[in-house]
């Protein structure tokens, strides 16, 4: 049992943690690819325990309760889009949520809010092509303080990036080039990583819808370097929620 506290400083919804980033922690104790379910808002600051089960899988808990589960797969994506780091510089100059709007100013992957350095600050936007799939792109330069002690961004913080723009695609319909503003929580995330960055490494996020099921959404992403080095990819199933709920202010 390792026990995890999520500092304030990843939340996604103000009194929660950003998912992306829960994953990540707890896919940290699985080898190769994982995928995470997350089965209640994580708390911040509270002490949470990563226990091994007699099945091979991951448990997060909050005291009795299972916060998420984990367990090993492989992730494998039917398709891989790119986009050079010119085109997805201008697609975030596209990002279809405005400072103004943003429904969760304070997340830490794609809050306008947070100081460059503290979020991550990716702002995922359409990219400008002619093509029958819908791609969003973004770029994203992690900072010194992401750093494992090998020197490279934590892993924890490739799933974070790779959250928040899934998120942002499923909410887009290519057909009438909008968004739709459906508050969505991170219900499953899976992912692979195949390298990981320097901090100061130039990055290249790109995310695409891959289909809707009632209240499912369904998106899948990439990250690559500039130099068009794949660093990983994910698979993500997203919930669309009640504001309140999105919030953590449903009972």
């Not at 998912?19 to 707890?26: A, D």
């Not at 797969?73 to 085109?87: D, I, K, P, W």
């Not at 130039?202 to 499912?216: E, F, S």
């Not at 990819?233 to 919030?247: E, K, M, P």
Request: net charge neutral; glycine share 10%.
């Amino acid at each position: 049992m390792t026990e995890i506290i999520i500092d304030k400083r990843y939340c996604g919804p103000p009194n929660s943690a950003n998912g992306g980033y829960v994953c990540g922690r707890l896919a940290r104790h699985i080898p190769g690819g994982a995928e995470v379910t997350l089965r209640a808002p994580p708390r911040l600051d509270t002490p949470l325990d990563a226990v091994a089960t007699n099945d091979g899988t991951w448990a997060l808990r909050d005291g009795g309760s299972v916060v998420a589960t984990g367990r090993a797969v492989s992730v494998e994506l039917a398709r891989l889009e790119t986009a050079s780091l010119e085109e997805a510089c201008a697609a975030e100059l596209l990002t279809p949520v405005k400072p103004h709007e943003h429904p969760l100013p304070t997340c830490f992957v794609c809050g306008p809010a947070r100081a460059r350095g503290d979020g991550l600050r990716i702002f995922a936007g359409p990219l400008g092509r002619h093509s029958q799939n819908a791609v969003l792109a973004a770029s994203w330069t992690p900072d010194a303080n992401l750093a494992a002690e090998d020197g490279l961004v934590a892993p924890e913080f490739l799933w974070s990036a790779l959250d928040c723009p899934t998120g942002y695609a499923c909410n887009y319909n290519q057909q009438s080039n909008n968004f739709d503003r459906a508050p969505l929580l991170l219900g499953r995330m899976s992912a692979r990583i195949e390298a990981r960055p320097r901090p100061g490494d130039r990055c290249i996020i790109t995310a695409w819808p891959t289909g809707r099921d009632g209240r499912k959404r369904t998106a899948e992403a990439a990250a690559h370097d500039q130099a068009g080095r794949l660093l990983a990819v994910a698979r993500t199933t997203w919930i669309a929620v009640d504001r309140d709920v999105q919030l953590g202010r449903a009972s």
